[in-house]
């Protein structure tokens, strides 16, 4: 099981100090990843443009979007991005797109929101192309650079409908789930749609499955991940709702116990997530993951 490490939901215009000592610390260890965040209406910072500036303050961690809402954006752009980031980090880049959820994401972009999930494919299309070094029909040249990592950067997709699962199935090298992450019985159905649907896709090997979680220490920990979950995700989840229950990790025993349960599962990596931007809760949980 790799445990890894991503900055809180809301990271506004002073947190670069606080995101970089945390990404530093990752690379130390024992963090096998670092994972931004994408919102579009947010106080939150862009992750492409975050884990470049990480790549350059870091040698060793991988650098993940988990994940980014991919139809925000058109495939060349975004292509290129990836690409300069691997090249950026050594080929450290692992790509988590998804289609995203909230509607005022795509007004603000501004991009289609209901006809995301066809472009979305399309966009997985492309980008496979570009980082192959197709030179697209007009063109003069590829677009470049060429990616470290032969093919591309590592993807991960995330989302629950059937469409996405089988794009899982097509284009990724595995699934990145989030919300009920915590949620037993959740996790193992959904691995077992994504295993369905990379099989059906005649796919050797098997998916690699990532999950993220949020998590805090202390006194005020459930309030906090609470209020960090409700906010991020457009108000407060009532009591039952895919956000809210069962509990998410508010101490170092249950941070222990959600690892044990998804090491049993056979979940291949945890990002865990703390609710507030604090170095000290960096620190408890590298001292519960010890």
Known sequence: MKISLGPTFQTPTNSWPVIRAMAERADRGPYYAFASLDRLAYNSYEPMATLAAIAAVTTRVRLMT???VSPLRNAGVLAKQAATVDAISGGRLTLGLAVGSREDDSLVAPAGFHDRGRRFTEQLQEMRRIWAGD??????YAVGPMPVQAGGPELILGGTADRALDRVGKYANGYVMGGRANDREWVKGIME????????????GNPRFVATLPCAFGPRAEQQIEDAVAHYYGGRPGRGSEHQSP???????????????HEELGTDEIVFRPATLDLAQVDQLTEAIS
């Open 247 to 261: 509990a998410n990790p508010a101490s170092a025993e249950a941070v222990r116990e959600m690892i044990a349960m």
């Open 193 to 204: 749609r994504v295993n369905k649907a990379w099989a059906a896709n005649n796919r050797v």
């Open 135 to 140: 030179v697209q029909d007009g063109a003069t």
């Open 66 to 68: 988990a994940v980014l």
